[in-house]
């Protein structure tokens, strides 16, 4: 049994008291933003466009950063200032009355998550041997995932007490007060957390990419299907919130909206350490293979837009989903990858995943609004379904 002083170091613990701090931030806003929404008259296509083209530039900054950063062979003050923009951008939504300032301030925050993302997940697989490193990222996760309950927690109870002189009120601000724990996970990642760079490698950008190993590269074959039906959360969020409105009322679908996204993120953060300690023992492809097969179910099950007990049921697996593809996606490169290399190929995986962010976003909340919402996560699900059988088939080096 290894000693939990392996992989309960110093890194470890300031990367996940920052991921805490981060996602109280940012999922304070993410629970209550579909009634934000929904109170300006934004609707769900504006808001799939809004979720994919931040996803985007996300994922265009997560590739550069990866690089530059082994390029460099420094990592540490990239990832503060990336929790500084990420910690401050969504604020804007404070000042929102159309669809242009949400926009604004999902890019600058998804900037910062752009070139932090796969710089932290670098940082964290190089500060833990590798026969523990499954546990280490799970417990990365499940402490990142109880920012994510605070988060939503605080802005439920803010939104049941705030005075509401007007229905858009309350929102704008939680909005604001998100800012306290956004502005202090810069700061304890810039305290805490010791750079694990390994000097300066002058990789070069397109020979690297040409370079990746077979086995990573069918690991993003299946990530990136999978991608394409894995929609924001948010919509499955504002699904619930507009399925529940008729019986429910505006403010009160709302609040059991983001109730429900409060549960899924409680599931998540007492499934990623269990998930990432199993996930040493047992081949981390086929986990992963399995948690892509249980979204499509839980997507499935969502477009039939079911009762208040059938959505928790729905917003239960979504958190174990979210667990093992937490988890697992960011475990599994470090074993294909050489040290020198990894920001890049960290870069390449946040690539493929913003891709995938901003095509299922945009075309599932498109279709929702064009056409239906059953239709929508239909087509989500069956792409996540093959997605499964990629990676069950093809990712299969016995190391991961």
């Not at 700061?187 to 086995?215: D, N």
């Amino acid at each position: 049994m290894s000693s939990s002083r392996e992989w309960l170091n110093r890194n470890v613990a300031g990367m996940t008291l920052t991921s805490l701090l981060s996602d109280s931030c940012y999922e304070m806003i993410i629970s209550v933003l579909p009634g934000f929404l929904a109170a300006v008259g934004i609707s769900p296509a504006a808001l799939g466009w809004i979720e994919g083209s931040a996803d985007a530039l996300s994922s265009f900054l997560k590739l550069w950063a990866g690089w530059y950063s082994d390029h460099i062979g420094r990592r540490k003050w990239i990832v503060v200032a990336g929790y500084f923009f990420t910690g401050t951008g969504m604020s804007l939504f404070a000042l929102a009355w159309s669809w242009p300032m949400i926009l604004l301030g999902r890019m600058v925050s998804w900037f910062g998550k752009g070139i932090r993302g796969s710089l932290r997940d670098a940082m964290l697989s190089e500060s833990v041997p590798s026969t523990v490193r499954g546990r280490a990222i799970g417990f990365h996760r499940a402490g990142d995932t109880v920012g994510a309950i605070l988060g939503p927690l605080a802005g439920i109870l803010l939104l049941q007490f705030l005075p509401v002189p007007t229905a858009d009120h309350p929102f704008r601000v939680i909005f604001l007060a998100s800012l306290i724990p956004g502005l202090a996970a810069p700061l304890a990642f810039a305290f805490m957390v010791r750079e694990t760079g390994r000097g300066t490698g002058k990789v070069r950008l397109w020979t690297t990419l040409r370079e990746l190993p077979a086995p990573f590269r069918n690991f993003l074959t299946g990530v990136g299907v999978f991608g394409l039906g894995d929609y924001s959360p948010t919509l499955l969020v504002m699904a619930a919130t507009v399925s529940l409105t008729p019986g429910h009322g505006k403010v009160a679908a709302a609040s059991i909206g983001a109730t429900l996204y409060l549960v899924r993120n409680i599931v998540e953060a007492l499934a990623a350490y269990p998930i990432g300690a199993l996930s040493d023992r047992v081949r981390r492809t086929r986990l992963l293979a399995a948690g892509y097969a249980l979204a499509a179910v839980i997507t499935a099950a969502a477009a039939f837009q079911p009762n208040l007990a059938g959505w928790a049921a729905i917003f239960v697996g979504a958190g174990v989903f979210a667990a093992v593809k937490e988890t697992l996606e960011s475990a599994i490169p470090a074993a294909m990858i050489d040290e020198r290399i990894r920001g890049t190929a960290y870069g390449v995986l946040g690539f493929v995943n913003g891709f995938g962010d901003l095509a299922s976003s945009a075309v599932v909340g498109t279709l929702w609004t064009r056409v239906s919402l059953d239709y929508a996560f239909g087509l989500a699900a069956g792409l996540m379904v093959s997605g499964a059988i990629v990676m069950f088939i093809d990712a299969k080096p016995a190391s991961v």
